[in-house]
């Protein structure tokens, strides 16, 4: 079966950093996203990965190992605003979209 | 605001009743999505319009009705529901059906559904 995993909870502290993982096994793959969600909000779009390495914009990182199954998201500077669901999702080989459960992200002052 | 706009946010329903859920979008977007979000599962998808012809229903019950009635409007009617759907309901538009290049997904904020 198809699977992405992704951890259910995360706490960081204001200015610091954090990363979080994506792991996927899939029936081929099309692209990698993560999407922010507030709570009680839309998901938005944060991050397309395709190729491998890394793209940055802004306090934001998203890595990409196809080889490894594996992404990141990387979080510096972190902002009290930066508290929300970070969803991680695969297109396979259908152009499906398989997604994670989710990352609750919780920054303490 | 998203470009995607979900009424009713909330709502609450009897397992006898029929309602529906409307989406709206005003980005031009020719696909249309339901989503369902349960809480600390991944997301469900439900059905897809692409160019308002539907392309996809994940074996969604029949008490879920979809009707997509032109490229910018979406429905979702509920009839005899169960208290197991009780789950945040998303819609999302993109510019082209899941096969199309980075095809990023615009949300609308969800309609919470509670069924008693």
């Known amino acids: 079966g198809q699977n992405i995993d992704q951890p259910t909870e995360m706490t960081a502290t204001e200015g610091a950093i954090v990363q979080i993982n994506c792991t996927y096994q899939t029936s081929g793959f099309n692209g990698l996203f993560w999407y922010q969600q507030h709570a009680g909000e839309a998901p938005t779009f944060l991050s397309y990965?395709?190729l491998d390495g890394l793209e940055e914009k802004g306090r934001f990182s998203s890595f990409l190992s196809r080889s490894k199954g594996y992404s990141y998201l990387l979080l510096k500077e972190l902002q009290m605003k930066d508290s929300a669901s970070y969803l991680c999702?695969?297109?396979?080989?259908?152009?499906?979209?398989?997604w994670g459960a989710g990352t609750k992200l919780i920054i303490k002052p | 605001e998203t470009g995607v706009t979900q009424t009713p946010r909330h709502l609450v329903m009897g397992m006898t009743n029929k309602k529906s859920l409307k989406c709206e979008q005003h980005l031009g977007h020719n696909a249309m999505y339901w989503y369902k979000q349960s809480a600390k599962k991944p997301l469900e998808l439900m059905f897809v319009?692409?160019?308002?012809?539907?392309?996809e229903n994940n074996s969604v019950p029949s008490r879920f009705s979809p009707e997509c009635p032109n490229s910018s409007h979406l429905f979702l009617h509920l009839h005899t529901l169960q208290p197991e759907d009780s789950a945040l309901y998303l819609c999302?538009?993109?510019?082209?059906?899941?096969?199309?290049?980075?095809?990023?997904?615009?949300f609308g904020a969800g309609s919470r559904l509670t069924v008693l």
């Open positions: 319009y692409s160019l308002e012809e539907r392309v």
């Open positions: 999702a695969v297109r396979d080989s259908n152009y499906q979209l398989i």
């Open positions: 999302a538009s993109s510019h082209g059906g899941e096969e199309t290049g980075a095809n990023v997904l615009t």
């Open positions: 990965n395709v």
